[in-house]
């Protein structure tokens, strides 16, 4: 199912609600002594949630079919999806990785000096959108695929139809964008 995970009113809570559509699915969700919150999935059917954590929150989320939509965090957040898309929006985190199997990559977000930013997908698009001011080294490759990073007026150190490596800026922090068969676009925010 779909999981939908952004920044709670309370900084001090996390809040899930899993809605069953089908199927017998057991949700279980058990927190350690550090804090840690894990939430398993087990048995057939689909189930959608939203999730609300305090904005500094980290999460790591996997999902086998649906999408994944993050907005609104500041923590690092890994997102990863056999079948489905993937969307990151409103962001001001140091480390953001995404990737799926089959499904589209969205990125729309801050870029912090040191961040590391890493967006993949295996046969779909990969969209990262930036502020204009954005200070980043750039890689990006596709094989089948088409390029679009005109946005950005960008120092090159390399550049064919397959890989791109340029920077914007003093370049200090990382974007790697990758994808097997589909393109790749680098916007820039209004």
């Known amino acids: 199912g779909t999981i939908k995970v952004t920044a709670g009113a309370n ?3 996390i809040v899930i609600n899993a809605k069953h559509s089908d ?10 002594a550090m804090g ?3 939430v398993e999935v087990t048995g057939r059917g689909r189930v959608d949630f939203e999730i609300a954590v305090p904005a500094s929150s980290s999460i790591n989320l996997l999902s086998y079919q649906g999408a994944i939509v993050v907005t609104n965090l500041a923590g690092v957040v890994r997102a990863r999806v056999t079948d489905g898309d993937i969307q990151i929006a409103g962001l001001r ?13 969205s990125f729309s977000g801050e870029v912090l000096p040191t961040g590391r930013y890493t967006l993949k997908s295996f046969s779909g698009r990969v969209d990262a959108v930036l502020p204009a001011d954005a200070d980043f080294k750039l890689s990006a490759s596709t094989f089948r695929g088409v390029m679009d990073l005109d946005a950005f007026k960008m120092k090159f150190d390399k550049r064919s139809h397959q890989l791109v490596e340029a920077s914007h800026g003093a370049g200090r922090g990382s974007i790697s964008l990758w ?7 680098l916007g820039r925010k209004p």
């Open 23 to 32: 199927g017998a699915a057991k949700i279980e969700a058990t927190q350690n």
């Open 93 to 105: 985190s140091p480390r953001v990785d995404a990737s799926c199997t089959q499904g589209n990559v």
């Open 36 to 38: 840690k919150v894990k």
């Open 179 to 185: 994808t097997q068969e589909g393109n790749i676009h």
């Open 11 to 13: 900084p001090n809570k």
